[in-house]
């Protein structure tokens, strides 16, 4: 289903630019709404993947002043997605990492109540 939409939404990309004024400078993003994310299965996936391949630069783990240790209170979902889809300085950038639905996953993790390091 999500695949569809994303198909989907592709497919209207190609058509809206053909009148490229209609087109936001927003990147695509898929549905980051609190609902999509409040899924617990989805965060506890988020949590794994971050434990497995962030934590080497951020958190208790990572050497101090490899990477800023993460402020959820400070961001928002969209912010994160894009830090993690397309990096920033030496952040690396995922997005032909991981598939979208991970990213998701991990800015789930990052925004629940139970984020820590
Ligand atoms: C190679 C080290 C490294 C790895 C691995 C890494 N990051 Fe980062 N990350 C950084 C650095 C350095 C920054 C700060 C970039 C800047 O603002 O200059 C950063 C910034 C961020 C930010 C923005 C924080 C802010 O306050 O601006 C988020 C969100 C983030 N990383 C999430 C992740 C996630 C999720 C993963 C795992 C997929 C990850 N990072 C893996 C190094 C890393």
Known sequence: MLRFALALSAGLLIAASAAPTL???E?????LSAEALSDRDLIAHGQELFQDQCTLCHGRTAYPGKAPMLQPRRYDAEFV????AFGFRDMPAWEDMFPEEDI???VAF????????
Do not use: T
């Not at 990147?27 to 549905?31: A, K, L, Q, S, Y």
């Not at 990052?110 to 390091?117: L, P, Q, T, Y």
């Open 27 to 31: 990147p695509e993003r898929p549905d």
């Open 81 to 84: 997605y894009d830090r993690i």
């Open 104 to 106: 998701v996953a991990m």
């Open 110 to 117: 990052i925004m629940s109540d139970g984020f820590s390091h």
């Open 23 to 25: 087109l936001a400078e």
